[in-house]
């Protein structure tokens, strides 16, 4: 199977749908995402991009939310906090101290902190 987003006003995915990898064929039978993307578009039309759900292509798989950044060729989710920034190989966001290795926590975005959730 395949999967492409709908891109929306400033290149936000507004929905990723799963098309069948028959719809990408092409004479050679051979996979085509302008095959993909002209299905897709001529079933519902607006913009359409394909994504990996392996991550094969684009960074990241889409999300709702999501942005595609034509110049990165990749998706990237919204940033989560202000601290927060770009990390451009993996086209995710980086807390500006690592996470803990062991236990689980979530990000004090006023003291830049990890905070854990609970002790056992």
Request: charged share 25%; with cysteine; hydrophobic share 35%.
């Amino acid at each position: 199977m395949a999967h492409f987003a709908e891109l929306g006003l400033e290149n936000i995915v507004e929905r990723v749908v799963v098309v069948s990898n028959n719809e990408l064929l092409d004479e050679n039978n051979v996979e085509q995402e302008s095959i993909g993307v002209t299905f897709c578009n001529q079933l519902f039309g607006g913009t359409w991009v394909q994504t990996s759900y392996n991550r094969n292509i684009r960074k990241n798989y889409a999300g709702i939310g999501f942005t595609y950044d034509e110049e990165r060729d990749a998706f990237i989710p919204p940033q989560p906090y202000p601290s927060w920034t770009l990390n451009e190989d993996t086209c995710l966001w980086d807390s500006p101290v690592p996470y803990p290795e062991e236990g689980m926590y979530e990000w004090d975005e006023d003291n830049q902190e990890w905070v854990e959730l609970w002790t056992d």
